[in-house]
């Protein structure tokens, strides 16, 4: 389990006044399963994940986890490298490279035939299954994810949702999703986090009783309905804020 304690982060502006970004944010990513923050755009979200990825700095507050814990972010882009074929931008990194344990990655992200191909004019879920096969590899100990979603069509977006399930029920891979989606997180979470803007300030959180295989049908469940449901309430408290509700 990963701790996030009492995260603040503010800057000034060019005139002097200081602007909050986050304040007090403390939540848990607990070990083998996928926790949500849902919140709306412009909340901080993508900041919180840079602060307990490491590549940014917090004003207040503490990332607890053991020192040999790697956390790897995914940004709502995914990068790959053009002059990198799809084994090489996998392989980028790795201290010991295992063709076997590759092989078997690529084969698990849907790459199986693609090895030698160059991902410079591929799609948004091309990339991201590079991206996601580059962090298995590393055997991270959670994978951070930006809004992965945005920017694919809908059939993408199913696959990609599935593969994220798979490699959570299968690999036992820890995942911490941050989407202003609500039917995103409750289609993958196990526990969600609610927070708002202005300053992005954690406001609820709530366990997701579903079944643990989930598939499209879900969403319209009753209990998928109602929880939906009792999200949209918890936000419509809060004056301003607005939140897209995507069907998958």
């Known amino acids: 389990m990963i701790e996030v304690k009492n995260i603040s982060k503010d800057y000034q502006d060019v005139n002097g006044f200081k602007n909050i970004i986050l304040k007090n944010v403390s939540l848990s990513i607990s070990s083998e399963k996928i926790t949500?923050?849902?919140?709306?755009?412009?909340?901080?979200?993508?900041?919180?994940?840079?602060?307990?990825?490491?590549?940014?700095?917090?004003?207040?507050?503490?990332?607890?986890?053991?020192?040999?814990?790697?956390?790897?972010?995914?940004?709502?882009?995914?990068?790959?490298?053009?002059?990198?074929?799809?084994?090489?931008?996998?392989?980028?990194?790795?201290?010991?490279?295992?063709?076997?344990?590759?092989?078997?990655?690529?084969?698990?992200?849907?790459?199986?035939?693609?090895?030698?191909?160059?991902?410079?004019?591929?799609?948004?879920?091309?990339?991201?299954?590079?991206?996601?096969?580059?962090?298995?590899?590393?055997?991270?100990?959670?994978?951070?994810?930006?809004?992965?979603?945005?920017q694919m069509d809908l059939k993408t977006k199913k696959e990609i949702l599935l593969l994220i399930q798979e490699a959570q029920n299968t690999l036992k891979t820890t995942f911490l999703l941050a989407t202003t989606n609500i039917t995103e997180a409750l289609f993958l979470s196990d526990k969600i986090y609610l927070m708002k803007k202005n300053p992005g300030e954690i406001i609820s959180d709530l366990l997701v009783e579903l079944p643990k295989e989930r598939n499209e049908l879900i969403i319209d469940s009753e209990k998928f309905i109602q929880l939906r449901s009792q999200i949209e309430k918890s936000f419509k408290k809060i004056d301003s804020q607005k939140l897209f509700n995507l069907s998958i």
């Open 36 to 150: 949500s923050v849902i919140a709306p755009s412009g909340s901080g979200k993508s900041t919180l994940l840079k602060i307990i990825s490491g590549l940014e700095h917090s004003t207040h507050g503490e990332v607890i986890k053991n020192e040999n814990q790697k956390i790897i972010y995914i940004p709502s882009q995914p990068s790959s490298f053009p002059w990198l074929n799809v084994e090489e931008n996998i392989s980028l990194g790795l201290l010991i490279k295992d063709p076997t344990k590759i092989k078997s990655i690529i084969r698990f992200v849907g790459l199986e035939g693609y090895e030698s191909f160059h991902p410079n004019n591929k799609s948004y879920g091309f990339r991201f299954r590079i991206a996601l096969a580059r962090s298995l590899a590393h055997h991270p100990a959670v994978i951070l994810l930006d809004e992965p979603f945005n």
